[in-house]
């Protein structure tokens, strides 16, 4: 596995098209700050073709259910999803939880 992380900016939906065009069916590409786990920025992602999978990060969107709402957005439109806790360390239980739901269980 090979990351490339920032290869085009967070806020250059035109380089994300770009870059999607030239190797989106070749490799995982994931968006994380373009989509921040928002599913308006997800839709707008899909529809553009912008990528092929979402950081999903539940810091960055706020709630469950619009965390959970982001991942079923990807797995119904056949991306695929990576589960992030951010930095440091975490008490929390959703992140080793998560994969038991039932919306974590479609295929990506």
């Known amino acids: ?55 999903i990060k539940l810091n960055q969107i706020g709630s469950l259910s619009e965390t959970f709402d982001a991942v079923q957005l990807c797995h119904d439109n056949n991306w695929g999803t990576f589960i992030s806790h951010r930095s440091g360390e975490t008490v929390d239980s959703f992140a080793p939880m998560n994969p038991v739901h039932p919306q974590f269980l479609s295929p990506i």
């Open 1 to 55: 596995m090979i990351f490339l992380p920032l290869t085009v900016a967070e806020d250059d939906w035109a380089g994300w098209k770009i870059l999607h065009g030239a190797l989106g069916e070749q490799i995982e590409l994931v968006g994380d700050d373009l989509f921040v786990t928002n599913v308006k920025y997800i839709q707008r992602g899909i529809d553009e073709n912008l990528a092929n999978s979402a950081l």
